[in-house]
């Protein structure tokens, strides 16, 4: 695990670059006009970044010498497929006036599963206001999304499960050739709808924010400006001595980073070696701290190590339009190896910005009522109930119109003479004596052996 000195000198490192302290040698330089970019973001009133992306995984287990059972299989293809099919969407939006944090967007599959087009994304909606002391869910989304995922569910999964289908036949005759899917999409939306408009819409959950120290406006210690302006330097060092390729350059209004993860790691062990040699960088880095620079650089080198033979690089373009970031682009893509399975993965993102007044919340400030834990809990049960209690209705009306409908055969008219006669017995089907029991009584619900006969087998 990297100390939390090293994550506080990133983030350092981070907010001057973004603040403009770093003063590079040509202030005409790609590094000069994001570092003043980013430092104009800072200087807003309100951001608002609105992105999409897209998230492919390509998985390739190691199955060698394995038996998998076909629902073992099929719940594998699940997985690759859902995999390769993450879209979303997100807006961001950070206040620094009011001091709150908003974020509003979806995350799920889009695409092709087990052969299936489905389309169904994760709604997440909240707020954290420091000023208020506040974080909120919004959970207005989830009376549209739950009933959704019903219908992926009995629509695009169940119908391609081996066990699944065997019932579907079977019950066919009882639904008067209704799909099963349609039918349970009917009757449980029917139970969950009306519960969770009553409970979810219009409504949000809250908290308190119980943050240690202040999001916004973080007052840095000159020790630590000092330090990380020390590590930065000597970072950007290391790569232009290091890299084959330019880690930052310029085309047009865009501004373009390439960076290698090992690089990164492999630069800051050598800024935090400098740091070593440099005594007042190492009591700025080890100020009220007991964590020591080689105890720093031995962390990272573990975490370099654990890397292994992965790969994990970021390339990342910024448009710079008067000063301000409008545009960004990002694409990172990661590779990693173990144990005979690989994992392929590529994530892009595309990004929009905008300022101040264009800026416009979808959730923080909207009228909701507040919901507790309590009032979730009670819902969750209630709906449990309705649910049970609708499919014991449901199964009981399946099973009195199979009694109704189903013509006895003659092997099975004389079976039931001798159980009436109770000259069989659970031995001669290899059941206990219970499940005996209660298999008579369904005999005398359905009205094919006579009332009492089920006390003849009644230990």
Not at 133 to 141: F, Q
Not at 177 to 203: C, F, H, N, R, Y
Request: hydrophobic share 40%.
């Amino acid at each position: 695990m990297l100390g939390k000195k090293i994550w506080l000198s990133l983030g350092i490192i981070a907010v001057m670059i973004g603040a403009g302290y770093f003063v590079f040698s040509v202030i005409s330089s790609p590094e000069a006009k994001l570092a003043n970019a980013v430092g104009n973001l800072l200087d807003e009133e309100k951001v608002q970044i609105e992105s999409e992306y897209q998230i492919n995984i390509q998985l390739d287990p190691s199955t060698e010498g394995v038996y998998l059972t076909e629902e073992e299989e099929l719940a594998i293809n699940i997985v690759k497929d859902l995999f390769q099919s993450i879209k979303g969407n997100s807006s961001i939006i950070v206040d620094f006036d009011e001091q709150v944090i908003e974020l509003d967007g979806s995350y799920g599959i889009d695409g092709d599963i087990l052969g299936e087009e489905i389309s169904l994304q994760l709604p997440f909606r909240f707020y954290l206001d420091e000023k208020t002391d506040e974080v909120a869910i919004d959970l207005d989304p989830y009376v549209e999304f739950i009933p959704d995922v019903l219908d992926v569910l009995t629509y695009n999964i169940l119908p391609n499960i081996p066990d699944v289908k065997a019932a579907e036949e079977e019950l066919a005759y009882l639904l008067d050739g209704e799909d099963l899917g349609d039918w349970l999409s009917k009757e449980v939306s029917g139970v969950m709808k009306p519960i969770l408009k009553d409970t979810l819409q219009d409504a949000k959950y809250t908290d308190t924010l119980e943050s240690e120290g202040s999001i916004f406006n973080e007052k840095r210690e000159e020790y630590e400006v000092y330090l990380a302006e020390f590590m930065l330097e000597k970072m950007l060092d290391y790569f232009k001595e290091q890299s084959d390729a330019d880690v930052i350059s310029e085309e047009d209004d865009w501004i373009y980073l390439n960076l290698d993860w090992k690089l990164v790691l492999k630069s800051l062990i050598h800024a935090l070696n400098e740091v070593d040699a440099n005594e007042d960088a190492k009591q700025a880095f080890e100020e009220g701290e007991n964590y020591t620079v080689k105890a720093a650089i031995e962390d990272i080198e573990e975490a370099l190590e654990e890397l292994g033979e992965a790969t994990f690089n970021v390339n990342a373009g910024f448009k710079i339009v008067k000063g301000k970031i409008t545009e960004s682009d990002v694409e990172m893509t990661v590779s990693v190896e173990e144990d005979g399975t690989t994992v392929d993965m590529n994530i892009k993102i595309s990004s929009a910005y905008t300022y101040d007044d264009e800026v416009e919340y979808s959730f923080y400030g909207k009228d909701r009522k507040v919901l507790t834990e309590e009032d979730l809990e009670y819902m969750f049960y209630d709906l449990e109930w309705e649910m049970e209690y609708r499919f014991s209705e449901l199964f009981a009306e399946l099973e009195a119109a199979f009694y109704e409908d189903y013509e006895l055969s003659e092997e099975e008219l004389e079976l039931f003479e001798l159980v009436e006669a109770k000259q069989v017995s659970h031995e001669d089907f290899g059941w206990t004596a219970e499940e005996m029991y209660y298999w008579v009584v369904d005999l005398e619900l359905a009205g094919w052996v006579k009332p009492g006969t089920s006390d003849l087998y009644l230990d």
